[in-house]
């Protein structure tokens, strides 16, 4: 980033390193593979053999909850061959986010971040006052303490509110069930994106150009993906 501080100093109006889109893919390493879910089902619940009616009570079991906890907030219903399950959450911590859980073994989640939402929910806390259009920052009173709100965003703050929020919404389990095996939620990145804000729209576009020609591994298309273009246009 230092590198690219330097090399477009003049049409930067202010630098600051954060996250912003993030995409995080959630699961639970003791019941993905074939061994483990036969030592759920046979040892901990005492059920043998394991069918596919077997399976299929564990996802009827967690849509039936599910329709209960959202009775008169959906907003719409599309049919698919595999039901997943999206929660529109405001954090009072991450902000605004995305939930998505599947309804069947092993119950794989999804959580969609922005580092922006983050970053925002801090500076009012502070009462530091800023000027933002969409996901860009056009102007913050205190850039040092902007900085110091993005690196807030650490692993273990997002990890406590994922492990609230998938509590909440994700799948159920019994004390028995947790006392027997770990169903401590692991997490893994599956996308994380940042991108610089231009004085004008004319500096986003003419420097997106000239990075465009020099050589990237991704490409020239998903070079000026990088660059953040929604947020440019906007400067």
Known sequence: METFAKL????????????????????LPLLTRPENI??????????????????????REYQQWVEAFT?????RRQRTRFTHYYFY?????????????SSFLPFQTTYYLNGHHF????LQRLGIRYRKDD?????????????????????????????YWTLVVGPKFSKKDRAAISLRRHY?????????????SIMAITSCRRMARVPFCGGTRSLLRSCGWKQAVTG
């Open 8 to 27: 477009f100093s003049s049409l930067l109006a202010f630098v600051y390193h954060c996250f912003d889109r993030i995409v995080i893919q959630g699961y």
């Open 38 to 59: 036969v030592h759920f089902f046979r040892d901990v619940q005492g059920i043998y053999p394991i069918t596919k009616e077997v399976l299929g009570q564990r996802t």
């Open 71 to 75: 009775r008169n907030r959906i907003l």
């Open 89 to 101: 959450i405001r954090d009072e911590v991450l902000g605004p986010m995305v939930v998505c859980v």
């Open 119 to 122: 970053i925002e929910g801090q």
């Open 135 to 163: 996901n860009a920052f056009l102007w913050v009173e205190d850039v040092p303490a902007l900085q110091a709100a993005a690196d807030r965003l650490t692993a273990e703050a997002i990890r406590q509110r994922l492990d």
């Open 188 to 200: 893994s990145i599956n996308q994380i994106e940042y991108g610089p804000y231009w004085r004008s």
